[in-house]
């Protein structure tokens, strides 16, 4: 059995917020043309953005869009971290707003008024609302951005289903659902563009009614180069360190919480893994199920389902260039960046369609197989048929190298620069800032 303590490192506690020279520059739109700059060069697209923590998901693709000389991008959180654990990274152009609540309170009904008054007078191009959509701060926001009609976006994953089993059922009943219905109709409308995470929740919010014309896609990216698959030999090296060797290992990545649908995998591995004794399942990931889900592991296979628990970002890629397959069995997930992940380490997958992703890094025979949640006979059988044949495994694999080539973090960066662009008409010339002075 591995020692968990072999991929775990110090994991920051405090973000690190260094901020760009153009995210500092003052500038005078108003003057002429200055005689030593290049005539065409234009002034970078002002971008303020509103999520709610420095998540994975964002982090990689936000700080390489701060990066881009055509955008000066202004990044505001509601809080330094998220409740599972530290997300920073150094680079990161973000920064954390006081709440008018205690911090243990939940972001959705915690007041940001710092981002409120930047949404009121701030001097910039445009702006993002991400995150929280049923927050008070959201909400806040996105009347300020009406009342002064000033451009605006919204940047959403894929909305839970009405019928989802995982959602919670006050959310779907009486005068909840329809405020929350009301509120979700209000910011479709409001919004001057609509920017799904993923072709999955661009389809969801044109069923919801937003025109072709209002409606981007521009999915999470991260940066698939640092999971790369290794040589053979350190390859091998890592799963020795592991435990692993000789072994065909599934890997879960993620929180241990219900919506993860843990549960549903650790029933599949056990209907198949007395057939396949040199078969082992490692997740990776912490939360408060973790207790529950090793109870469901019986004693027989104590050895070969190893919870490796929190593996900081610098280690991840080891764990994946240790796995044969990626196994991600969740009830909803709006995006997914794991799958990306899975798919730069160069593994086959088995994903859920509940899986925002899934739709564009999980196509079924080609690189894996998509299921639906809690089949546990359906995830079974695709484990079974990846586990048993290895060059089905190295044919999956090369695909999703393939696959996932156009969500590197430059592509994403220069998605969002299109989305800005088409958020402020960049075709027939650029909006100019809000008048006010911008909140430092």
Not at 161 to 181: D, I, Q, Y
Not at 255 to 261: C, M, T, V, Y
Not at 316 to 325: C, E, N, V, Y
């Amino acid at each position: 059995m591995s020692d968990p303590s072999v991929l775990h490192a110090p994991v920051a506690e405090s973000l690190t917020v260094p901020v760009s020279p153009a995210a500092r520059e003052t500038r005078d739109d108003g003057a002429g043309p200055h005689t030593a700059a290049a005539p065409t060069a234009s002034p970078p697209l002002r971008i303020w953005l509103l999520t709610n923590v420095p998540s994975p998901y964002q982090v990689e693709l936000l700080a390489a869009v701060a990066a881009r000389p055509e955008i000066d991008l202004d990044v505001q959180l509601m809080r330094a971290q998220s409740t599972a654990g530290s997300s920073t990274a150094t680079g990161f152009p973000g920064r954390v707003l006081w709440g008018l609540a205690p911090r243990s309170w939940r972001d959705e009904v915690r007041l940001h008024p710092q981002a409120v008054w930047a949404c009121l007078i701030g001097r910039y191009d445009g702006f993002v609302l991400s995150g929280l959509m049923n927050s008070v701060t959201f909400f806040a926001c996105m009347t300020a951005l009406r009342l002064r009609r000033a451009p605006w976006a919204v940047w959403l994953e894929r909305p839970r289903s009405a019928g989802s089993a995982w959602r919670r059922r006050w959310l779907t009943r009486g005068p909840v659902r329809w405020l929350r219905n009301w509120h979700v109709r209000r910011v479709l409308a409001s919004a001057r563009r609509v920017i799904g995470i993923g072709r999955a929740a661009a389809d969801e919010y044109a069923l919801q009614g937003v025109p072709a014309e209002r409606l981007g896609v521009l999915p999470y990216c991260c940066d698939i180069g640092r999971f790369a698959p290794a040589s053979p030999l350190v390859r091998e090296e890592i799963r020795q360190r592991l435990g692993v060797a000789g072994q065909v290992v599934f890997l879960y990545s993620g929180q241990l919480i219900e919506r993860k649908g843990v549960d549903t995998l650790l029933r599949a591995f056990h209907q198949i893994a007395a057939d396949h004794p040199n078969w082992t399942l490692l997740l990776l990931g912490d939360g408060p199920m973790r207790q529950t889900l090793q109870s469901l592991v019986p004693p027989a296979l104590a050895g070969r389902v190893q919870f490796l628990g929190h593996v900081p970002q610098g280690d991840l890629p080891d764990a994946f260039r240790a796995a044969d397959a990626f196994v991600f069995p969740s009830r909803h997930d709006g995006w997914g960046v794991v799958l990306n992940e899975a798919c730069g380490a160069g593994l086959p997958i088995i994903a859920t369609r509940q899986t925002g992703a899934a739709r564009e890094l999980v196509v079924n025979g080609v690189n894996g197989f998509q299921v639906e949640c809690d089949d546990v006979e359906a995830l079974a059988a695709r484990m079974s048929e990846l586990g048993s044949d290895p060059d089905l495994r190295r044919t999956c694999g090369a695909e999703s190298r393939r696959l996932v080539e156009g969500l590197s973090v430059a592509s994403g960066s220069q998605m969002f620069l299109s989305e800005m662009q088409a958020l402020l008409g960049a075709e027939t010339g650029r909006r100019p800032a809000a008048e006010g002075a911008a909140p430092r």
